[in-house]
């Protein structure tokens, strides 16, 4: 029986150089799934964002699924399958199932609760099915996904905490900066939380904006998204220099920005201050930047104070999100095992049907309505049992079928797919 399964490399399993190769523009994405789909996949949405390439499925064969999913990922980043399959995540069953309802509730980001999620998921799915890979079985999960987002987001404070930092930084800036519009701003890098922070600071009135990419590319993409400028990685001195809030969501592994860099951008600046924010996981800039003057760096840490009363209340609040999450989880699989028990229950109705019609056609008289009364009464008690076993495990569900074959003389079919409805 077809399964979900997640295969996918993200910021907690691959280098931000395969998490770049594997990026796919929006345009480009359907050219991905109909490699997918040659590949036998009937259902599968890609994920392509800053933080991950993920494929969500239906499968009834999840090795061979996954080696299809690897491939395409290989291909797409110009590497050897090997390279994927060490860096990349298997997830299927239940565990897949979990993993998707997270990433539309932002649980599974770098920085958790980030508004972009959802959306990106939806954009997704509606892709997906414009490629004709989306079926009943993963379509009803991608809502229920939904519906578990929208949850956390109105029950927990975790969707808050990205637009509250992005609010510290446009606060931030105000006190160093004043008038905004004066102001000229640098993006390095792709992350979400950067450029959430980005898009508050440019409706606050920043003036000036230029992107620095290594991929000139994604650049010119993320420009466009913001109105904005664009420069190779490799001109970032000069970017330094002209800009009055740096912010940096790289997360290469490394310092993008060294003290040395800073210390030659604030001598070309006449020593004019810096707001220098570094949400990249893991940290863009390197601390000694902090014993410069003039330049004041604030990592997400930083920003989480300024944003929350302590780490407590983000505990609580991603404790309430995951206790949602595995909630709308166990009742999506407690509904989806309670409907396998319908055929079951469909051929015990026919088979009492069939008796009452053998009683009428032996006593036509007034016997219709009475029948029909015992044989919805007979039926009650069987039809809510037999549905709670169900629900219990296959396990449960099969000894309860084999029961009433057994003492009905039924013939009981096997679910229908949901996938072909």
Known sequence: MADFLVVGVSHRSGTAALREALYVEEERQPELLQRLRAAGLAEAVFLSTCDRSEVQAVASDADQAAAAVERAFAGQ?????EEVTAQSYRLAGAEA???MFAVAASLDSQVIGEPQVLGQ???AHRLSQAAGLMG???EEALQAAYAAAKRVRSETGLAEQPVSIAAVVVGLARQLHGDLSRARG???GSGEMGELVIEQLRRAGLGGLTVAHGSPRRAALIAKRHEAHHMPLAELPAGLAAADVVVSAQ???RPVITAEAMVQAIRARRHRPVLLID????????PAVDRLEDVFRYELDDLERAAMQGRSTRAAAASAAWSLIDEAVAGYLGRRAGRAAVPAIVALRHRFEALREEVLAERPADAATATRLLVNRLLHEPTSGLREMAAAGPAERAQAERL???LFGLAVEEPEDSTKR
């Open 121 to 123: 998921v939806k954009e």
């Open 279 to 286: 949400v990249a996981v893991p940290a863009d800039v390197e």
């Open 97 to 99: 199932l979990r993993h």
């Open 77 to 81: 980043a110009g590497v050897p399958r």
């Open 186 to 188: 640098l993006l390095i």
């Open 136 to 138: 009943g079985q993963l």
């Open 251 to 253: 997360g290469a592994g």
């Open 404 to 406: 009433l074959a057994r």
